[in-house]
């Protein structure tokens, strides 16, 4: 359709884009042309897309309208394309303790660094630490609190709730883990603090005795898993007893956690409400208070997304920190494994259990060491810069923004740490650039098996989806990844004057499931847009992230504040989260749905 080629935009030169407070860039608002559909709807639009040629020319149109021809097929830049965001280790700036090799001495080293067990507030979960001690306290044993874990699961699936937390679990394999774990701990020999404590793995990653579906109906049928993922058989080594496989949506293709084949996950703080995806599973499973931490897989903010918006802690290391070996290869260069718990400590603890030497993206000496914050400190960390963009961290609903904007003055007022203003350009460029990789990667690793598939199998929002993806061209995925590196040279230019940016987690809260979609999943591309506002840079640049509970909107739902921090500076950024968790805590709000498993 050359006839209808769009003129791409001309990008200046990297060195003379200006990410001070007073450059010239225009931030560019997402520009989403596409209704929600959901129902039958979806089916017709699932149907068209299908179609040899009225399909690619609704795909050209899409495209141009949404301005991907625009910003990123027809663009033109001078950088070279970067494939794989991994870094140099550039060393950080706080005192901190370097690790042990085991997993077990690491989860050890960890909880050296933490400080006391917290005191209890109007709400608080149970955290790791509150299970181990109540184990060695003699008060109760893993099998009776996996006893009730089963009983609230079974609670959970009635039809008067039907949250729909799991894919997958058997109660057999809960209570053979719980049993040996009782009997350690009557023995005097728990392997270490997370030693009988459940934790949820999220289907797209490899936990013996379970299928893999990727919230599938097919996968399992055409991939087999016959090993634990490499991050499974640290937690296992540990002693944590692995649940059974947090639901998903289909493929990770999606925001809202609506999944057709397993049911739609639904909001602890309200049923009516989405989880969020696409590791939504392993959030709510930890604000339900199932689990005191959840694994899950974020490929575009799916583990910070619904940790947000379930009021939780998500957690995601920097690319190639944790092994990738035994996860689902739906996005090779985007996707990494991270945590949602309900505290940093929780969060700090099983990132020691799973983070090392064994990652599948670096040898043994070229991982830089595994660093932990020193959160016994009376005091935080001074002088710490904040980098923010108005115009981005405004671009959310004004619940939202007040709320983090008073959450961002608790840290100026409470520990004199500095906020500075810059411009981060082009941000939706990026995430359309994201978007454009996601998908072909997707698209490519399954591509062989879709071709075999009867598409009655996938979902209808995942056939829409998975019909985008494949339209991708390799000139979209090169100046995509062309993208990529000029953002991350942006990106060091922030983080050369400050140590971490900070954005609201999401631009809108959780919204409402609607009646149309249990059938057929749901598009809407809007509110998925303002969802992943502020994922991009952790996934695209390969950063680590974290998001932490900072308050609720007027209809009780939670609202989550991010940190961005440079490669390989985890340490700083569970610091920096630690020190927004302690003037946030004690005004956390339980949710509607809630079990207290170490509870009389």
């Not at 900072?550 to 989550?560: A, E, F, K």
């Amino acid at each position: 359709m050359g006839f209808l080629k769009t003129k791409g935009e001309i990008y200046k030169a990297v060195e003379d884009v200006v990410v001070g407070p007073n450059s010239n860039q225009f931030y560019l608002t997402a520009n989403v042309k596409a209704p929600r559909m959901a129902g039958f709807l979806v089916k017709v639009f699932a149907w068209l897309l299908e179609t040899p040629i009225f399909g690619s020319i609704m795909l050209y149109f899409l495209k141009r309208n949404n301005l991907i021809h625009k910003l990123v097929t027809f663009a033109e830049l001078q950088e070279s394309p970067l494939y794989v965001p991994l870094h140099y280790y550039e060393g950080g700036k706080e005192e901190e303790n370097q690790s042990g090799e085991s997993p077990r001495e690491q989860v050890r080293q960890a909880l050296g660094c933490m400080v006391a067990p917290k005191p209890l507030y109007s709400f608080s979960r149970w955290t790791i630490l509150d299970y181990s001690t109540a184990y060695n306290s003699k008060l109760v044993t893993p099998t009776k609190v996996m006893e009730r874990f089963l009983s609230a699961v079974e609670h959970s699936s009635t039809p008067s709730m039907q949250m729909s937390f799991f894919i997958n679990f058997d109660a057999h394999d809960i209570l053979r883990q719980a049993a040996q774990s009782t009997h350690r701990y009557q023995q005097g020999e728990a392997l270490s603090v997370l030693d009988g404590v459940p934790i949820g793995i999220k289907d797209e990653i490899d936990c013996m005795p379970y299928p893999t579906t990727g919230g599938t109906k097919w996968m399992h049928k055409v991939r087999q898993c016959k090993d634990d993922a490499e991050c499974v058989k640290c937690l296992r080594s540990c002693g944590a007893i692995l649940v059974g496989k947090t639901n998903m949506h289909e493929l990770g293709a999606g925001t809202s956690g609506i999944n057709p084949h397993h049911g739609t996950t639904r909001n602890p703080y309200n049923i009516g409400r989405i989880a969020g995806g696409s590791s939504s599973g392993s959030a709510a499973v930890v604000a339900a208070g199932l689990c005191p931490a959840a694994l899950g897989v974020d490929g575009g903010g799916s583990v910070r997304m619904p940790a947000a918006l379930c009021g939780v802690v998500g957690f995601k290391p920097s690319f190639g920190r944790v092994s990738h070996s035994g996860v689902l290869p739906l996005n090779w260069t985007v996707g990494m494994v991270g945590i949602l718990a309900g505290t940093v400590e929780d969060a700090l603890l099983v990132y020691a259990a799973i983070s090392g030497p064994n990652s599948s993206h670096h040898s043994q000496t070229a991982l830089p060491k595994l660093c932990f914050p020193l959160l016994k400190s009376p005091k935080p960390i001074p002088n710490i810069r904040l980098a923010k963009y108005g115009e981005w961290f405004n671009d959310c609903n004004e619940e939202i923004r007040v709320c983090c904007s008073r959450a961002l003055e608790k840290l100026q007022d409470n520990y004199g740490w500095e906020t500075i203003e810059v411009t981060i350009p082009e941000i939706e460029v990026m995430r359309l650039a994201h978007y454009v990789t996601i998908g072909s990667e997707c698209s490519t690793s399954i591509g062989r098996e879709l071709e075999k598939l009867n598409k009655d199998e996938v979902g209808w929002d995942a056939r829409v989806a998975l019909s985008v993806y494949g339209s991708f061209s390799s000139q979209e995925y090169l100046n995509a990844q062309r993208i990529r590196n000029r953002q991350l040279q942006f990106h060091k230019r922030i983080f050369g004057i400050a140590d971490v940016i900070v954005t609201p987690t999401t631009g809108v809260t959780a919204y409402n499931i609607g009646n149309d979609t249990r059938h057929t999943g749901e598009l809407d591309y809007i509110n998925g847009a303002a969802l992943v506002r502020y994922q991009i840079a952790g996934n695209f640049l390969g950063l680590p992230a974290i998001t932490i509970p900072v308050g609720y909107d007027n209809s009780h739902l939670p609202i989550g504040l991010q940190f961005i921090g440079k490669p390989w500076d985890e340490s700083l950024l569970i610091h920096i989260a630690f020190s927004m968790q302690a003037l946030c805590i004690s005004q956390y709000k339980n949710p509607e749905v809630y079990w207290d498993l170490l509870g009389n």
